[in-house]
């Protein structure tokens, strides 16, 4: 294994990804080196042979692999030669031609993980540049796949999409659960109840979905020939035009990673 650096090291989105990998030995901990503005970063005691910094250009000196997880904004404090590196960019809206004019680095991945990371439940769609080695793009694979899934795609423009549709982790189911929640409690169910039942109806509903052979429109179709209690549900909420909402939603997520914001 030749030497990890992570520029950013500090933050939440590095440390659910670098834990498994450091968890399941894909990178050793004397093969990794984080950097911070305060060069002391917790959640790594239990691996006391990774190497911290505040010094960037040391970090880069040291490194073979080099990731970027900070945030865009931060993108114009950076001032580091990539030359010569394997480059794992984890920013949203940052193309790699971005990358390669900002840095010199011609070897380069994109990737964008979500908050489920932490719990080795992310979607990481993943690019590459056409300099990027087969064992450079193993090695990818593998660090990717110890967070979650991760799914190689051809087109970079892919990774822009799946920044508003997949990159918000947790966040748009969540706001679906919120609604059934306070529904819940405004029927009088005890808001610590409410909680329960829907943390665990969308546990169980998650397994579900990715578990059955069957789309979500099947499931949806299934559940409307019962002419049930549920049926009736989802016919308010398609005529309320749910998919519409949602469908307003993404396309604002997305302009907003394209139009440069992120």
């Known amino acids: 294994m030749t030497m990890l650096g992570v520029i950013g090291g500090g933050g939440w ?20 080196a984080l950097s911070s503005r305060s060069g002391a970063i917790s959640g790594f005691e239990a691996w ?52 390669a004019g900002r840095f010199g680095a011609r070897r380069i991945v994109r990737a964008m993980p979500n908050a489920c990371a932490e719990q080795r439940q992310s979607f990481t769609p993943w690019f590459t540049t056409d ?34 549709l997949t990159g918000s982790g947790p ?14 409690v405004e029927a009088g169910i005890d808001p610590e109840t409410a909680d ?24 949806v179709d299934l559940f409307m020939e019962y002419r049930g209690t549920t049926a009736a549900g989802l016919s308010a909420m398609m005529e309320a035009d749910i998919a519409r909402a949602v469908f307003r939603g993404l396309d604002a997520a997305y302009n907003h990673v394209v139009d440069g914001s992120e």
């Open 131 to 164: 300099d990027v080695r087969e064992e450079e793009a193993d090695f990818a694979e593998t660090f990717f796949s110890a967070s979650g899934r991760a799914h190689y795609v051809v087109d970079e423009a892919e990774i822009d999409y799946f920044t508003a």
């Open 171 to 184: 966040a748009f189911p969540a706001l679906f659960a919120d609604a059934m929640i306070r529904h819940a």
């Open 196 to 219: 329960i039942a829907v943390r665990q109806l969308f546990l169980g509903a998650a397994t579900q979905i990715a578990e059955l052979r069957q789309s979500p429109a099947d499931i």
């Open 48 to 99: 006391p042979g990774v190497h911290m910094t505040t010094d960037n250009a040391v970090l880069v000196a040291a490194a073979d692999i080099v990731m970027l997880s900070v945030r865009p904004a931060d993108l114009d404090e950076l001032s580091v030669d990539l030359r010569g590196r394997l480059v794992i960019s984890v920013m949203a809206g940052v193309s790699a031609g971005e990358i």
């Open 13 to 32: 989105l590095a440390g659910a990804l670098l834990r498994p990998v450091l968890a399941d030995r894909i990178v050793r901990p004397e093969d990794l």
